[in-house]
């Protein structure tokens, strides 16, 4: 049996030929998230599938280095996908790759690698992690003259708004994600104006890191294409509830869904039970990470339905993590949903720390602490205090003063990312804190 | 490009059982109805071969026969169909024909003369194009194409889809799939077949999602074949 890797390129080389494709779009990550990518001739696909292409990666967030500049662009076949948006006659294609030094070795700076490293370390453990993220987003009017997001519909919470312009936006994108290899389980209208929510099918952890990145880029690009803006800013309306990234998180050992146990009344096993109280010991170290902007924190308030507190329950949605019921007898579907996470995270620096910290709560056996089933939001501190529970990071720097500390995500992203991403983010912490806001100006100008 | 040749069929109706034969053989054929469209519809290559029926409108076949000979290309691999009253025809015709079968014919025994006739030109015909219910895999050049229409598949998607159209109407185990697609060493797991099953689905559309069923407690099955109903 040929070598599948060999197999692979064949595969992808002679598709390339085949479907007649003009550019090669070689897409990666930066360090906070956002979609990178250049474009090759079909006539490099061959050398870049053996030996990577190299490029400058000086001027990629995170990627710069003191004394090396240039890294390697190393295509990924198996996630090879012709763009179905682009007309025929110019056909493109993208494929995600792994960035590494020009030896070969991973590239510290490459959030792909970190979250091959991670998943490997689960694998000597013999877990596969599995990732279903519901993702929220808004639909705005393009550029109002004073900057302010404008809505374009008033719809709410499965509103039925069939003439609208945001529906059908929302189902050419359906259509388009599907063709991408990305199945869509649910999709509705959320409780906010211009809100929507689109559901994945569970996948392995890479392959949903890459999905993630690939929807982010699909729902822009169909709304651009009718002249709207799509955003995942996590709060980008004051008053309404934010955008936040819930994720169905499982381990699977073997075949078998190593969070499922018959003998719970939850049907959760110890694995499951001690993956959470990892979770939720290490929740503020990670916030950081899995909550990254200034604006995040103004979704992670009482009153919106996102969570507050580190806290979990079987159906309360103010906790921090809530254990979904899963369809009778289908032990498969045993999972836990993590609330805290916003869209606009950088999904495979957010998989690594979620997955690191549930870990930690594994190998070192972590006792669940009682369930939290009373609405937290009605609870006064004391009273909070009394049971134990604490707050999720109140504002960025919050988190990155707790992230700071924390070796266990210094391990998980790697001390050269680490160090990257809390000096990124204590500078943007700097620039908002300098920052007069219209708030001051409405509340202290005039009566002070 | 084509890698399989083409084959002129005689008259260009040919009898279902014999279109179906040549289809679920993966052969590429034309029909002719007469010896200037055989000549209009000669691939520049020249055609692999041709399957001359006899038995309803001797004159007419014998006539193909001649005329696929004088081509500039002549063809020189000729089966020609008759019933077992002509045989005596053969005689003063020997230069006509490479090879005969006698109507009607059993599928096993067209499909195994064409292989012996071919076996210079193919090693494998059968294996090149696989097809069912409009689905259209090109194992040569990876293409899959559903009514026509390119069908753009990930490596790993490709050859799940290969292996359920090469077997189609057999349940499979997920354990069985994972085996025989990815191969023993794989790590993910059953559930990376589920994966898979799903994302070819979506990609298939809600109209021919159930090309790929789910069969209870046993694991998936694609389809029932077109030619058994």
Redesign the interface.
Known sequence: ?PD?RD??R???L??VE??GIRLVRLWFTDVLGNLKSFAISPAEMENALNDGMSFDGSSIDGYGRVQEADVLALPD??????L?WVDSKSAEARVFCDIAQLDGTPFDGDPRQVLRRNLDEA?RQGF?F?VAPDIEYFYFAPGASDGRPVPLDHGGFFDLTTTDITSALRKETIRTL??M????EYSFHEDSPSQHEIDL????AL?MADSVMTFRFVVKEIAAMRNVHATFMPKPLESVQGSGMHLHLSL?K??VNAFHSEDDPYNLSDTAKSFMAGLLRHAGEIAAVTNQTVNSYKRLVPGFEAPVHVSWARNNRSGLIRVPVPKRGNE?ATRIELRSPDPACNPYLAFSVILAAGLRGVEQGYELPMESDANLFEMGDAALTKLGIEQLPQSLNDALKMMESSSLVAEALGEHIFEWFLRNKRAEWRRYKTHVSQFEIDTYLRSL | MTSAGMLAVYPDTPSVELARTLDLSGYSWKGVATPEVMNRLQPSDGWMGAIVSCDDDPDGGWAMCRALRRLDQPVRRILVMITGAQIGDLEIRENLFDDFLLTPFHPRELEARLRHMFYNELTAPSSSVVEHAGLRLNLETYQASFGGRPLDLTYMEYELLKYFVQNPGRAFSREVLLSEVWGYEYFGGARTVDVHVRRLRAKLGEEHAHLIETVRSVGYRFGASKWSG
């Open positions: 049996m599948m197999a692979q064949d595969y992808v002679r598709t085949e479907r076949p198996n996630t090879f996908e012709v179905p694998r596969v599995y599907e063709t290899s990305i199945p869509v099918r569970h996948t392995d392959t699977f073997d075949d498969l």
